[in-house]
């Protein structure tokens, strides 16, 4: 059932690191670096998320640690956050929240790819995540406002 | 923004209701037991998550034992598991992911309320999850299959 006019995998990939730069550029003025995603694998503690679903089903996800958490929320809100709170927890979320309208605008241009639910964030010092064993992984590793952190982006074509 | 034809927080917590039922009765031959969502909330160690993008904007998340966890799996799958790993939570993110597509077929009678993502599983000893702050939520404690979980429905109307 693999609809032709979806974008492909390295497409996707393509248009979130042009996300990346769009958001970062316009919400921090900063120019992201990307970095191998193999370093930042070890970077948690926490993990904004967002659902995606239509024409591909998905999510997309940053994993950071709350330090760089609370750097996002303090440069987006132009205050100092030393830990996790609520506040820094709806800043990364409006953050990926961002990023995924910007990879579906850049991802659209055959029709609208996918819908975008509201962000969930999950933080603590020991969880997992999982992804269905039948879906595709992009994993990006970025480094900007000093920090690193992964962005990673499960799709699954015809779910 | 609000759509009048989007159904009520109220209609959406009943119809998560009958969701529950008819994925547990045609899954587990079950009648699952309502109870009060206070009972539930201190059973953790394993989240499934799904979000919801369309006229509402959501995600619907069971937060059960990882206990519990590996008794839905075995359940559905016709085996026994001591440990939660990809097999249990391929199967606790299916479990979700019918739920929601039973919402979404009880909601859905004024036009598609929601596209559905695929499910991210969260598991570990020390996690917290944080929905933004001006969306709404509906709690439901479930006692079936000899464990606890909770279902937990966030919506945002006009996100």
Redesign the interface.
């Known amino acids: 059932m693999t609809n032709l006019l979806n974008p492909t995998i390295p497409e996707l990939k393509n248009n979130l690191k042009y996300a990346l730069g769009e958001v970062f550029e316009t919400t921090f003025s900063e120019h992201p670096e990307i970095v191998q995603s193999e370093e930042t694998e070890t970077v948690k503690g926490l993990?904004a998320?967002?659902?995606?679903?239509?024409n591909i089903?998905?999510?997309l996800?940053l994993h950071m640690t709350p330090e760089g958490a609370c750097k996002i929320a303090g440069n987006m809100l132009g205050m100092l956050y030393a830990q996790v709170d609520?506040i820094v927890?709806?800043a990364v979320?409006e953050l990926v929240n961002m990023l995924a309208g910007s990879l579906k605008r850049y991802s659209s241009k055959n029709g609208e790819l996918?819908?975008?639910?509201?962000?969930?964030?999950?933080?603590?010092?020991?969880?997992?995540?999982?992804?269905?064993?039948d879906?595709e992984q992009i994993l990006i590793g970025v480094k900007s406002l000093s920090s690193l952190f992964t962005m990673q982006l499960?799709?699954?074509m015809n779910?």
Chains 1, 2 share one sequence.
């Open positions: 993990s998320i967002v659902g995606l679903g239509g089903s998905g999510y996800a609520d927890c709806d979320g996918f819908k975008i639910s509201i962000p969930t964030i999950v933080w603590g010092n020991d969880y997992y995540t999982h992804a269905p064993k879906a499960v799709v699954s779910y």
